[in-house]
């Protein structure tokens, strides 16, 4: 990537139970259960020789239990709670299961499966404000640190997946293009205010993988 650029690790947090039943989780703040914690153990395995600068993580508890699982290998790097790295708020939708949404509300499953970047979830955000805040949150992040940096940023499905939109040059109308598992790993670059991702969706960054 060349002396000058800003590596970005960017990950989602591990599985909760809310993941493992398919509810809309949001702003609920849910902690890892076993499995997610696992999981991060083992994204943090990938991680230990990694050079982190510093470490930013939403303020929900699940991202901030992953990032920490990965500070133990870092113990000397800074940890920040990052509030524009917060999850998409579902507002109505909040904690609904996934199916049962999709019952309960055909008009708006249509539009959101069509053009999801002209809706607003009922009292919460929409992905475009989501987009708006994250990369707002990722730039101000960057022009903190210096060139050469690496810093890892532990964050959530929908703002992790507007910011690679974001990257990759992608509408948000096509964001189900871009997939987010938990526990996932991205590697983004950044020079000169340009951000170019480098690894999506990535389970070993240091293996150069991208599945």
């Keep these: 990537m060349g002396p000058s650029v800003t590596r970005i690790l960017l990950i989602r947090h591990g599985e909760t139970d809310w993941n493992r039943l398919h509810r809309f989780q949001g702003r609920s703040d849910l902690p890892l259960n ?3 914690r696992n999981q991060a153990h083992a994204l943090a395995m990938e991680l230990k020789e990694e050079p982190l600068t510093a470490i930013y993580s939403s303020p929900l508890i699940r991202a901030m239990e992953t ?3 990965v500070n133990a290998f870092h113990p000397t790097t800074p940890f920040f709670e990052e509030k524009g790295l917060v999850e998409m708020d579902f507002g109505e939708f909040e904690g609904m299961e996934a199916r049962k949404w999709s019952e309960e ?11 999801p970047s002209s ?33 890892l940023l532990s964050s959530h499905n929908f703002v992790n997946v507007t910011i690679l939109c974001h990257a990759l040059h992608l509408p ?26 480098l690894v999506v969706n990535g389970r070993s960054l240091l293996k150069g993988s991208d599945d």
């Design 34 to 36: 076993l499995n997610g």
């Design 67 to 69: 990032a920490r699982i």
């Design 105 to 115: 509300n055909p008009d708006f499953r249509k539009v959101w499966f069509d053009t």
């Design 119 to 151: 809706l607003r979830m009922p009292g919460g955000e929409s992905l475009e404000d989501v987009q708006r805040r994250a990369v707002a949150a990722l730039e101000g992040i960057t022009r903190r640190h210096s060139c050469e940096d690496t810093l």
């Design 172 to 197: 948000l109308d096509r964001f189900r293009e871009v997939r987010q598992e938990t526990a996932a790993l991205n590697l983004l670059s950044c020079r000169g205010g340009r951000l170019e991702a």
